[in-house]
DNA sequence: ATAGGTGCAAATGGTTTGCGAAAAC
DNA sequence: GTTTTCGCAAACCATTTGCACCTAT
């Protein structure tokens, strides 16, 4: 089996061994936003041979299909994700670090409007808001 | 003299020593979008005892403060960059690496809307977009 | 005299790379 | 048999930290 990327350019298509199996499924069914720590260590539990240079080299190789996105929040904080459609965007709680996925179609009318008059092809949105969550607020007043 | 961020909260005030207004007056004059290493390269220019342990904790410092915004583009690519008002967002061009500012008053009915839906008290936002500006896209064709 | 800032050099820690062995085709 | 991937350990490199000195109050 291979892995490959439906409106791949130039890029090779990859056999799908083991190990990439095993790193594609877990981020397939983590509840997503994972670091490479946590990829790693939930990684381990299942095949407790596969090394941090394997799954580095596929976590590049997974961005450079298209398979998986890095979102990168601060120096400190990147979050691998599989692709899925349709596209999303995030929001963090600063306190709580919780992640929470949203859609709007605010953001492709957004996309259109710089489109134009840019004149940019615009290929990929990234959106993070940042801010308190209900239960932080509510917290953060009780002190 | 010293430096501190007008809604400053908890954060100490804290003076501005040679060094921190040597680095700040590079963020301010710069065309914008300095990464570490450039920002001190041009801080070694000017001073050239200014060291690199110097610059990553006033950059922490001005981080925390308020002053300055720090933005994560991938694993590679972290830009510093004085902030300023209005708040604007990044265009980047895959090809060529430009980086372009624009602004947007969907952004602020997006953040009003995801803040009605979500209970959230939204604090930043930071968005990118990226793609192929003109030029690369007719360099691109004329292959 | 005390607190905070700086430069230097060493430490840290996440990511990458070189290499020989193993697997895929 | 050639090409690709893997695991291991070593290398890399951006960032951070410990410490002695310095500066300002």
Redesign the pocket.
């Known amino acids: 089996m ?1 892995i490959n990327r439906n409106h791949a350019t130039e890029i ?1 298509e ?2 799908l ?4 199996r095993l790193l594609l499924d877990i981020l397939r069914e983590a509840e997503s936003h994972l670091d ?2 946590e990829l790693f260590h939930r990684a381990i539990g299942k ?1 407790p ?6 799954l ?5 190789l997974f961005k450079e299909m298209g398979l998986v996105d890095e979102r990168c929040l601060d ?1 400190a904080h ?1 979050y691998y994700e599989i692709k899925r459609s349709p596209e999303h965007y995030h929001l963090v709680c600063k306190a709580c670090r919780r992640v929470i996925d949203f859609e709007s179609p605010l953001i492709s009318k957004l996309i259109d409007e710089v489109r134009r008059d840019s004149g940019f092809d615009i290929v990929k949105a990234s959106l993070y808001l940042e801010g308190y969550c209900p239960q932080c607020k509510s917290e953060e007043k009780a002190r």
């Open positions: 291979r090779k990859r056999p061994t083991t190990q990439r490479a720590r095949d041979h596969i090394s941090l240079a394997t580095y080299r596929n976590l590049r120096e990147c």
